[in-house]
Every structure is written in C-alpha cells, then in structure tokens.
C-alpha cells in the first residue's frame, strides 16, 4: 500500500510503486483535472504540485510523490477559485483547454516563486506546450494575475 | 435507454459565478457571463422547438450540433440563437445535440460535421430563424393568454410586453404553451447593426469549466465498471496483425485481455497505465507487405514522376500559358515543397464504448462530426443507427483529424465488443498518436510565371503532385462523383479540389494560366489537416514575391495591380499592410513580407515580421491578419483564431514527419517540436466584415501566414525558402 495526500486528503492505494502519479491521480482516484499529453515529461499537461513545487506528473512514481502534499487543479483553491483561474477566465485563455490545467498549475507555482514576473521569467518557467496557441493570453493572464488589484483572497464556493 | 456518465457533463458556472462574483470587479468591461442557477426546481423544462428548451425559472438551453474543439462555435451558435430568441444572455447554457435524436428525428439539427471553418457559416441560417421562430411562438402563447394581438407584443431578455397595457409575461411563464403552437412558416432574421448578443465580445461558455479543470474531454470519462485499453496498430501503414504472442502480458497485473483485431492489438486492463505496460510485452508480428520499403525518397520519387506524367490532369486553363510564356519577356520558374504533418492534438484519439446487455452501444469521444461516430459505431456493432448513442464530449483539439476518418470509434467499439457489458476507454499513447495520423499531404509543385517587358504576369503554369485527401477518405461511389474526370482516359489523374485550392482559382487577372493535378497517393494515409491545401497558398505567394522580386516591383504593388478594384482579397491586404505599416522603416535585422489568400468562406491577408537570430534561428516578432469574414459573431473568439492560426502555421514551418521502411519517424514533441511560449508572435487581427456573406474563421488566418513569414525571411536575408520544413536549417547561411 502506498499512502499518498492529495489535496490534503489521505489515500492508502494499491498500486505499483513504479506508477506514474498521473495514473494514480486519473484512474484510481478519478481526478481527470490532470491530463496525459506525451508520457516523457515534454508537454506538461500533466503538472500538478508536490510540496509546492510544479512537477510532471508522468514520470514522478507514486512511491516519489508518497509523504508529500499533491495538489492538482481540483486542490488548488477549495474552497474558491484561485486568482490566477480567476486571471485566466477574464482573459478567456483556453481554447480546446486541454493542457490549461497543467498551464495554470505551472503558472501558480512561477507566481509563489516570483510575485511580479517579468516576460524572460515567463518564457522559462512556461515551458509547457499549446497546440492551440493560447499562450499571449497565458502570458496577459499570468501579468494579470501577478498585479496587486488582483490579489484578493479566494472567495467561498456554494 | 442512454447513460448518464458521471462525467463530462454539460458546463457548470454557478460554482465559478458565486466565487466570481464575490471576487467581484474582475470582469473586463464589455464581458459578461451567463448566469446559471443548477439548483433543481422540479419543474420541467419545456423544448420550444429542437434547439431551443427553457426552464420555468427562465433558464434557456440551447442545443449545439456542431463539435467544439476550441474554435469557439459552442458559443457563437448560441449567440446567434440567442440574438433572434431575445432571451437573457445571462440565463443561457448550452449543450451538444443528440446524434441518436438526429437519426430518429429526421436530421432535425443538420449536418454535425465540424470542419472546414464551417461550424457558424453553414448553420447561421437555420439556427438564427429557429430563434426568431422561438420567439414569435412565445409572443404568440403571450398574446393569447392576454387575448390580445401579437402585434401589440415585443419581447426583450426574456420578457414579452403588451405595449398598450404593459403587462409583462416571462418565457419561463409561457413556454410549455408556445410549444403546443404551430411555428411560423417563415420568419424575418435581425439586421447585423441591430445585433445585441451576436456580434460581441461575450465571454465563451465552455472556459471556466476547462480552467476548473472539470471533467470535459473524451480522456475524461469515467463510469461504473469502466476498464482502459491502450492499442498498437501496424508501424507500417496498412499492415495487419499476422501473430500475436500475449502470454506475458495475459499475466501481468490489471490486464483483463488482450484484443486482437485484423490491423491493431488492444490490451484492456483495470488502469490505462497497466494497459500500456502489458502492451509493450505483446509480442506482435505484422504482415506489412510491400509498403515497408516506402521512404522520403520513394515518396519525393512518386511525386516528381507525376510532375512528368503526360497525362496529368488539367485543373484550369485559362488562355494559352506555354505559348505567353515562350514569348514572355522573362520567365521565372521555381519548385516548392512540404513534407507530411501531423495534426498532433494535445488530446490523444480517445474513445469509451459500451455495449449494453440488450445490444445497444453507447459511445462516448471527442469527435469533430458525432454523426459519422454514429455511423462507424453501428457499422462495426452491427446494429441499427437507432441502437447507437454517441456522447460528444469537448475535444482536446481538432484541426480535422477527429472529423472523416473515425478509426479511433472503430478501434473503440471493437475492443468494446470484446468486452460485452463493460464500458472500456480506448485511448491511445502520443506515438501511436504521431505514427499513426491522417497527415496533411506531402507536395511537390513546380511553377513558372512569365513576364512582359513591364513586369506584368502574363503568363502562370503550375503542376501539382500531392496525395487526394478526399481519395482516402471518402468511400468509392460518393468519391467517384466528389472527383471530377476532368480528363478522359486519366482516371489516375483526377481533380481533388483540396489538392489544387489556391492555384487553381487565384484572384490575380492574369491572361493565360495553366493548373495541371497529379494525383500521387503513396500509402501514408493523408486527411483534414487545419486548412486542407493551405500548402498551396505557400507556394503561390512566395512565387509571387519571386516574381515581383524579377520584375522590379514592390510585393504589395505587384500583387495589387494584379487584382480588380472591389475584389475582397485587394480589401484585406490593403486593410493588412495599412495595419502593419508596410513601407515604413523597419529596425536594423527585423524584415517583412505579405501574403493574400482566400478559403473557408472568408478572404485573410497578413504581415509578419521576422529576425534571424546569431545561430540562424527563426523569430516570428509579428503577424498582422487582415480577415473579411461577412460578419463577425464573437469578435474575441475571432482574435483566439488568429493567434491560434499563427502558432499553427509557425508549428508547421519546423515540424515535420519522415518515412523510413514504411513508418513515420517521429514519435513524440522531441522529434515533432511545437511553438513554445517564448515563439508566440505578436498576433494583431484586423476585422474588416464587408456583409452579404459568411465565412469562417477557423482556418482563414493561417493560409497567408507561412508564406507572409518566408517572404519576410528573404527581405531580411535574401535566402528564398523554397523547401520545408525549416528544423535545423541555419537561416544566416540559408
């Protein structure tokens, strides 16, 4: 059994400890948020944090990531929404959106590790791929969401 | 009859809205959201007509038959019901037809393909007079309660007025009795200036619950019981399973079975990880029969012989081009050509199916036409369309290739049918993903243009060798009458027209012009990709500035003289270059070209403009579009398409799959490398919508773009690209 905290929530599981945590996440606790892209760590659709830092998902094992905090975009602001989806809804980034989760998570995380960050700090911790070509609203939205009229708490959800 | 999966369901706001709202102050001023209420109210809802159901509470669904891939159509389309409907915009949601209902109804919701930039334009009709139609049944039902005449009724968001006495009715109060009312025969459809939901910048449906990370896609599926597969198919294309050893895998932890079918091999286990895992351990010959000896170099070889080939088919004639260009005062000949390419949609081909113990099968994937998933489904069930559900989901990208080809809803109810009772998700790795696409053709065109003494054209021959989209995948008796025999005894050699757009219906008042069509397939199955063709609107404007570069003449000059006063292309590339400054000085290293092409219903010019960095890499610093579109639905919408069209394009430039013994190459975003955020352009789109016709906007913005950015490269470096894609290529030494 492998014991794992996900968004601040214990699981004991019986997995291989050689699992991608992706799979755990997707198919053994149905938290699809995380989404499979390439399976070698190159397009980060998959990101999600571990002990606060981003981290692809794919090629961590459930042993890893077992006795660290795992938050996925489920996790990442509950109650509320976070302020950087917040950023992201208002400047209407996603288009098919299926790697915007990972894209919001590997956004997060550059925001706590740099509050303000400049275009240079964006391009190198973005490195996750758009096939659709979201990514001057990623970048609008990550400014945005970095400004300090923004910088509200979560509010509460129903 | 149907399922109720847990999940992907229709878009839930509420949660988001009550957050937002408390945020408060966020939204961007002329954005607002619909505003829907989940809570049951025990009511039923009330359909008005097929598209169109509202709720006791005022709630209106609308019904979407076209997919939504991240072009925006979910929203535009209702947009435009909602317009003639003047319900409140704040109350609507929307939710995707029933390919099952369209079958046992008539085909009451049209076409569900979604492609070709089609998904408004060739919907906008009936859509927007079942609206206005809607409307007037709910004026109608009013009137009658108030025993007054309809004409002293008005309605605006969602409320209907009795002008004389102002008494007020909801449609909420009123539609249960507007349904039972015969629909009129015909209605009128709102002017475009009069417009108050269509034609805005209105926030998308669909986003928050994609930013939320709810479960939306194909991949995202989950119901009770639901075992995963992942499949193998042939590396070379068309081979077929010849032995299958599953010994290993049979054993391994999770796997249920091992599927095997004529051309794939699916492992089904309890974890899409565990599938995968035993698949590698599948020990699988293929019977690849001759086509393992295909290459780069046989398919370049195939291609130049058509070239060569006498009997190549004429796609246009106009005037005598080899007699203009043997007098011509110079000639100018060139050669172009592109490799196959992926479509490479972030979402993998994913399909669940079930079939259910009385035979009926449900089938939930991310499909660009949820009729011909239907079709595919019943075919490969062997049962009655009406014994087939498919559940649209959103799609994790498009760009054609989940519209004709439907093998993945093959594969999917296949492995399902093994399976009997047990809903499994088929869904495949990235490279089975690249190795195994619908690819945009490879091409080969040769052109020559001849000039007179004044450098004006007189003079434009083409020829053609590229693989027919439409050969692979349409079936024979509709293909037979879709590919037109242009020339008697060259069957072989006949017209696809995505294969010869753009050079074979050109703008430019040219005399004499010659288009000639090789049709060379080879084995590499080719399909839909973004834009079908748009290749060809690379050679031509880069030819052009070729030409324009012989005779002297500036690219906009040249190609404006070429084009008669009111044509639609001369409009956006003087709406373009004006946009972009063309003329202006540029900063020392930044160049810039222009190109015009038309397609997909709407006629789109643009500007980039380029640096070449110390190592020779390429930087796209801007593209301007111009784009007549007729009309303009969503106007941010619009702006996504074109910042999407531009990546697609700059993606195109480097990407490209190779052949070797019968296989693609490449296998992942290692060897198929896509933009990244530090490559994104600067994208500025220019809406110039002339009215009194729809084109779309899918596609228009990328079919200037490669040829806008290659002309740029050469006023830049004078290195003339001829020969994509440009991966590896140092462009300081050409």
Known sequence: MIKLDVNGRMHNLDVEPEMPLLWVLRDHLNLNGTKYGCGISLCGACTVHLDDKPVRSCVVTAAAAAGKRIVTIEGLARPGIHRVQKAWIEHEVPQCGYCQTGMIMAAVSLLDRKPRPT????????????????????????????????TVKPATRS | MTTPARQPKSPQRRDFLKASAAVGGGLVLEFSFPLLAHAATGASPTEVNAWIVIHPDDRVVIRIARSEMGQGTYTALAQLVAEELDCD???????????????????????????????????????RKAGAAAREMLIAAAAAQWKVSASECSADKGVITHGPTKRKLRYGQVAAQAAKLQPPND?????????KIAGKRLHRLDIPDKVL?????????????????????????GGKVKSVDSAEAEAMRGVKKVVRAEDFVAVVADSWWRANRALGKVKIEWDV??????????????????????????????????????????????????????????????????????????????????????SHAAKTAGVPLEKVEVHKTMLGGGFGRRGGPQDFVRQGVTIAMAMPGTPVKMMWSREEDMRHGFYRPASLVKMRAGLDAQGKIVAFEAKIACPSILSVLVPGTMRDRILSVLKPGAARNRIDFTAVRTLSDMPYEIPNQRIDYAMRNGHVPVGFWRAPGQQNGVYRECFLDEAA????????????????????????????AKAAGW????????????????GFGSYAAGVAEVSVSADGGLKVLRYVVAIDSGYVVNPDTCAAQAESNAVYGLGGLYASCTVKNGRVQESNFHDFPLPMIGDMPKVELVLVPTGGFWGGHGEPGILPFQAAVLNAVFALTGKRIRTLPLRNRDLQKG
Not at chain 1, 137 to 150: F, G, N, Q, Y
Not at chain 2, 224 to 235: R, Y
């Open chain 2, 289 to 374: 029969g001759a086509n393992a000896e295909a290459s780069d170099a046989t398919i370049m070889a195939m291609l130049r012989e058509g070239l060569a080939d006498p009997e190549i088919a004429e796609a246009r004639k106009v005037g005598d081009a080899p007699a203009a260009l043997s007098s011509a005062a110079k000639v100018v000949e060139a050669e172009y050509s592109s490799p196959y390419l992926n479509h490479a949609t972030m979402e993998p081909q994913v399909c669940t199916a079930w079939i259910k113990p009385d035979g009926f099968v449900e089938v939930w994937t991310s499909t660009q036409d949820g009729e011909a998933s239907l």
């Open chain 2, 89 to 127: 915009w704040m109350k609507v949601s929307a939710q995707f037809a029933s390919p099952n209902a369209n079958v046992r109804r008539n085909r009451i919701w049209g076409s569900m393909s979604t492609g070709g930039s089609q998904g408004v334009r060739s919907s906008q009709d009936y859509v």
């Open chain 2, 583 to 598: 003329g202006t000085v540029l900063p020392a290293g930044v160049g810039r070209g222009l190109a015009v092409v038309e």
């Open chain 2, 187 to 195: 209605v009128a459809l709102r002017d475009s200036k009069d417009w």
């Open chain 2, 213 to 237: 990370g709810r479960p939306v896609f194909g991949t995202d599926v989950v119901l009770p019981g639901m075992l995963h597969a992942s499949i193998a198919q042939s590396p070379v294309f």
């Open chain 1, 119 to 150: 275009d240079a700090d964006i391009d190198e911790a973005m490195t996750n791929l758009c096939r659709c070509g979201t990514y001057t609203r990623v970048r609008k939205a990550i400014h945005a969401a970095a400004s300090p009229e923004d």
């Open chain 2, 549 to 576: 570069q012989a005779a002297g003449k500036d690219p906009l000059e040249f190609r404006l003289a070429m084009l008669k006063a009111g044509d639609k292309n001369r409009l956006v590339l003087e709406a373009a």
